[in-house]
Protein backbone atom coordinates (compact mmCIF):
# COMPACT_ATOMS: atom_id res chain seq x y z
CA UNK A 1 0.00 0.00 0.00
CA UNK A 2 1.23 3.53 -1.08
CA UNK A 3 1.52 6.22 1.53
CA UNK A 4 2.72 9.54 0.79
CA UNK A 5 5.60 11.14 2.40
CA UNK A 6 5.40 14.31 4.16
CA UNK A 7 7.73 16.72 4.07
CA UNK A 8 7.84 18.41 7.60
CA UNK A 9 10.13 18.53 10.04
CA UNK A 10 11.78 22.37 9.68
CA UNK A 11 13.26 25.00 11.82
CA UNK A 12 11.47 28.30 12.71
CA UNK A 13 14.87 30.10 11.40
CA UNK A 14 18.31 30.46 11.04
CA UNK A 15 17.85 33.62 13.28
CA UNK A 16 16.04 31.81 16.45
CA UNK A 17 14.12 34.89 17.72
CA UNK A 18 13.94 36.57 14.27
CA UNK A 19 10.79 34.50 13.09
CA UNK A 20 9.58 34.54 16.91
CA UNK A 21 9.30 37.89 17.08
CA UNK A 22 7.58 38.42 14.14
CA UNK A 23 4.84 35.93 14.25
CA UNK A 24 4.31 37.23 17.65
CA UNK A 25 4.40 40.90 15.67
CA UNK A 26 1.98 39.58 13.41
CA UNK A 27 -0.33 38.31 14.90
CA UNK A 28 -0.64 41.70 17.46
CA UNK A 29 -0.81 43.77 14.70
CA UNK A 30 -3.60 42.25 13.21
CA UNK A 31 -5.64 42.15 16.93
CA UNK A 32 -5.10 45.73 16.32
CA UNK A 33 -5.88 45.59 12.34
CA UNK A 34 -8.45 48.80 12.71
CA UNK A 35 -5.45 51.08 13.43
CA UNK A 36 -3.51 49.65 10.48
CA UNK A 37 -6.91 50.53 8.63
CA UNK A 38 -6.93 54.56 9.76
CA UNK A 39 -3.34 55.55 8.68
CA UNK A 40 -1.79 54.92 12.38
CA UNK A 41 0.19 51.79 11.86
CA UNK A 42 3.78 53.42 12.99
CA UNK A 43 1.78 53.66 16.24
CA UNK A 44 0.43 50.08 15.55
CA UNK A 45 4.26 48.76 15.68
CA UNK A 46 4.93 50.35 18.54
CA UNK A 47 2.13 49.37 20.72
CA UNK A 48 2.88 45.54 18.93
CA UNK A 49 6.50 46.17 20.09
CA UNK A 50 5.57 46.96 23.65
CA UNK A 51 3.20 44.55 24.16
CA UNK A 52 5.40 41.55 23.20
CA UNK A 53 8.18 43.35 25.62
CA UNK A 54 5.69 43.43 28.42
CA UNK A 55 4.88 39.69 27.76
CA UNK A 56 8.31 38.53 27.61
CA UNK A 57 7.97 36.96 24.04
CA UNK A 58 10.64 38.97 22.76
CA UNK A 59 14.29 36.70 23.41
CA UNK A 60 17.06 39.62 25.07
CA UNK A 61 19.99 40.63 22.25
CA UNK A 62 21.94 38.44 25.43
CA UNK A 63 20.39 35.42 25.55
CA UNK A 64 20.14 35.26 21.85
CA UNK A 65 23.63 35.16 21.32
CA UNK A 66 24.41 33.05 24.15
CA UNK A 67 21.97 30.23 23.44
CA UNK A 68 23.77 27.09 21.61
CA UNK A 69 21.55 26.95 18.33
CA UNK A 70 23.95 26.67 16.13
CA UNK A 71 26.13 23.67 18.17
CA UNK A 72 23.06 21.83 18.40
CA UNK A 73 21.74 22.23 14.21
CA UNK A 74 25.18 21.03 13.69
CA UNK A 75 25.22 18.02 15.68
CA UNK A 76 21.90 17.49 14.09
CA UNK A 77 22.86 17.35 10.92
CA UNK A 78 25.99 15.44 11.63
CA UNK A 79 23.89 12.96 13.14
CA UNK A 80 24.92 13.28 16.79
CA UNK A 81 21.85 12.91 18.09
CA UNK A 82 22.86 12.13 21.84
CA UNK A 83 25.11 15.23 21.70
CA UNK A 84 22.56 17.53 20.30
CA UNK A 85 19.47 16.54 22.68
CA UNK A 86 22.25 16.87 26.17
CA UNK A 87 22.90 20.45 24.87
CA UNK A 88 19.29 21.45 23.86
CA UNK A 89 17.96 19.77 27.20
CA UNK A 90 20.79 21.54 29.33
CA UNK A 91 19.70 24.88 27.73
CA UNK A 92 16.05 24.20 28.61
CA UNK A 93 16.24 23.30 32.10
CA UNK A 94 17.37 27.43 32.61
CA UNK A 95 15.53 28.64 29.27
CA UNK A 96 12.33 26.27 29.51
CA UNK A 97 10.20 28.70 27.78
CA UNK A 98 12.63 29.52 24.64
CA UNK A 99 10.39 28.21 22.05
CA UNK A 100 13.30 27.77 19.17
CA UNK A 101 15.29 25.30 21.51
CA UNK A 102 11.73 22.97 22.32
CA UNK A 103 11.28 23.04 18.78
CA UNK A 104 14.89 22.07 17.77
CA UNK A 105 14.68 19.53 20.30
CA UNK A 106 11.21 17.89 19.03
CA UNK A 107 13.27 17.80 15.75
CA UNK A 108 16.07 15.86 17.86
CA UNK A 109 13.37 13.31 19.31
CA UNK A 110 11.48 12.83 16.28
CA UNK A 111 15.35 11.97 14.36
CA UNK A 112 15.97 9.64 17.56
CA UNK A 113 12.21 7.33 17.28
CA UNK A 114 10.91 8.80 20.35
CA UNK A 115 7.47 10.10 18.39
CA UNK A 116 5.86 10.14 21.50
CA UNK A 117 8.26 12.55 23.20
CA UNK A 118 7.98 14.69 20.17
CA UNK A 119 4.52 14.94 19.45
CA UNK A 120 4.00 16.40 23.19
CA UNK A 121 6.68 18.92 22.44
CA UNK A 122 4.86 20.25 19.30
CA UNK A 123 1.77 19.86 21.20
CA UNK A 124 2.75 22.00 23.84
CA UNK A 125 4.53 24.64 21.52
CA UNK A 126 1.02 24.78 19.76
CA UNK A 127 -0.21 25.44 22.97
CA UNK A 128 2.35 28.00 24.51
CA UNK A 129 3.13 29.72 21.66
CA UNK A 130 -0.17 29.10 19.72
CA UNK A 131 0.60 31.85 16.66
CA UNK A 132 3.07 29.72 15.37
CA UNK A 133 3.09 27.79 12.57
CA UNK A 134 5.25 25.49 12.19
CA UNK A 135 5.01 23.18 15.70
CA UNK A 136 1.08 22.70 13.59
CA UNK A 137 2.48 21.59 10.62
CA UNK A 138 5.04 19.02 12.40
CA UNK A 139 2.28 17.50 14.78
CA UNK A 140 0.54 16.90 11.59
CA UNK A 141 3.00 14.78 10.50
CA UNK A 142 3.00 12.82 13.67
CA UNK A 143 -0.12 12.72 13.93
CA UNK A 144 -0.34 11.11 10.52
CA UNK A 145 2.00 9.00 11.28
CA UNK A 146 -0.42 7.31 13.98
CA UNK A 147 -2.78 7.26 11.63
CA UNK A 148 -4.74 10.28 12.75
CA UNK A 149 -5.67 11.84 9.56
CA UNK A 150 -8.48 14.26 10.74
CA UNK A 151 -5.97 15.65 13.52
CA UNK A 152 -3.30 16.12 11.10
CA UNK A 153 -5.59 17.76 8.61
CA UNK A 154 -6.63 20.00 11.18
CA UNK A 155 -3.54 20.58 12.48
CA UNK A 156 -1.79 21.60 8.81
CA UNK A 157 -5.04 23.47 8.24
CA UNK A 158 -4.14 25.47 11.28
CA UNK A 159 -0.79 25.95 10.15
CA UNK A 160 -1.90 27.53 6.72
CA UNK A 161 -4.28 29.89 8.43
CA UNK A 162 -1.13 31.39 10.45
CA UNK A 163 1.14 31.63 7.46
CA UNK A 164 -0.94 31.19 4.36
CA UNK A 165 2.18 31.70 2.15
CA UNK A 166 3.63 27.91 3.87
CA UNK A 167 4.28 25.89 0.77
CA UNK A 168 5.70 22.94 3.12
CA UNK A 169 2.36 22.83 5.03
CA UNK A 170 0.71 23.62 1.56
CA UNK A 171 2.10 20.32 0.25
CA UNK A 172 1.72 18.59 3.37
CA UNK A 173 -1.72 19.16 2.84
CA UNK A 174 -2.11 17.93 -0.41
CA UNK A 175 -0.24 14.73 0.00
CA UNK A 176 -2.71 14.09 3.37
CA UNK A 177 -5.89 14.60 1.15
CA UNK A 178 -4.63 12.41 -1.58
CA UNK A 179 -3.67 9.63 1.31
CA UNK A 180 -7.11 10.16 2.66
CA UNK A 181 -8.86 9.81 -0.77
CA UNK A 182 -7.04 6.60 -2.05
CA UNK A 183 -7.55 5.06 1.49
CA UNK A 184 -11.74 6.11 0.91
CA UNK A 185 -11.54 4.03 -2.19
CA UNK A 186 -9.68 1.37 -1.18
CA UNK A 187 -12.37 1.14 1.86
CA UNK A 188 -15.07 0.96 -1.06
CA UNK A 189 -13.58 -1.96 -3.01
CA UNK A 190 -12.91 -3.75 0.00
CA UNK A 191 -15.96 -3.56 1.38
CA UNK A 192 -17.44 -4.41 -2.07
CA UNK A 193 -19.49 -1.42 -3.02
CA UNK A 194 -17.10 -0.10 -5.28
CA UNK A 195 -17.19 0.03 -9.12
CA UNK A 196 -14.80 -0.11 -11.97
CA UNK A 197 -14.55 3.79 -11.87
CA UNK A 198 -13.61 3.38 -8.07
CA UNK A 199 -10.76 1.15 -9.59
CA UNK A 200 -9.92 3.72 -11.71
CA UNK A 201 -9.98 6.59 -9.26
CA UNK A 202 -7.78 4.82 -7.40
CA UNK A 203 -4.90 4.02 -9.46
CA UNK A 204 -5.26 7.83 -10.91
CA UNK A 205 -4.76 8.85 -7.34
CA UNK A 206 -1.77 6.50 -6.84
CA UNK A 207 0.14 7.18 -9.12
CA UNK A 208 -0.14 11.53 -7.89
CA UNK A 209 1.31 10.03 -4.48
CA UNK A 210 5.19 10.70 -3.75
CA UNK A 211 7.46 7.60 -3.84
CA UNK A 212 6.21 4.84 -0.94
CA UNK A 213 7.88 4.56 1.94
CA UNK A 214 7.75 1.57 4.86
CA UNK A 215 7.42 4.44 7.00
CA UNK A 216 5.72 7.65 7.27
CA UNK A 217 6.69 10.30 7.75
CA UNK A 218 9.63 11.71 5.55
CA UNK A 219 13.50 12.01 7.28
CA UNK A 220 13.84 15.88 7.68
CA UNK A 221 14.83 18.72 5.29
CA UNK A 222 15.91 21.45 7.02
CA UNK A 223 15.70 24.99 5.83
Known sequence: MKTPQIQSIEYIGAEPFRAVFCHHMNFLAYLLHPLRVSGLWPLC???CAATVAC???AASPALAQD?????VERWLKAGELALALNEAQTWLTKHPR???MRFLSG???KQRGDLAAARETF???????PELPEPYNNLAVLEAAEGRLAEARQALEMAIRLHPTYATAHRNLGDL??????E???SALLHGGGTPADVQHLQAVERLLPPSSPSYPSPPSPR
Open 123 to 129: SALTRDF
Open 55 to 57: LGL
Open 45 to 47: RAV
Open 67 to 71: APYDR
Open 184 to 186: SYR
Open 107 to 109: VIL
Open 98 to 100: DPQ
Open 177 to 182: WLRMAA
